[in-house]
């Protein structure tokens, strides 16, 4: 069983706190983070830097989901992970 655990962002000058879990699977892992209620994959990609995997449609759509906002919990995921200082 995942646990759950709380990702703290800050985006626009303003604090989020978004429920995540991080998902192992082989020798790879991802974080699944639940954004406006929809829950958003960030995973590695080939030059080692976390992508949010979400449907475009949804991110078109949603008032709450801004590319920003997922760049920014990106980072955020660098930094608890060691990737980045």
Do not use: W
């Not at 604090?15 to 699944?32: C, N, Q, R, T, V």
Request: with cysteine; hydrophobic share 40%.
């Amino acid at each position: 069983m995942d646990e759950i655990f709380e990702l703290p962002v800050t985006y626009k000058g303003e604090d989020f706190s978004f429920p995540a879990k991080l998902l192992k699977a082989g020798y790879g892992h991802k974080f699944e983070v639940e954004i406006a209620g929809y829950p958003v994959i960030f995973e590695l990609d080939e030059e080692e830097c976390y992508r949010a995997l979400i449907d475009p449609d949804l991110l078109k759509n949603s008032k709450e989901i801004e590319i920003g906002l997922l760049k920014e919990v990106a980072e955020v995921i660098d930094y608890i992970t060691g990737r980045k200082q």
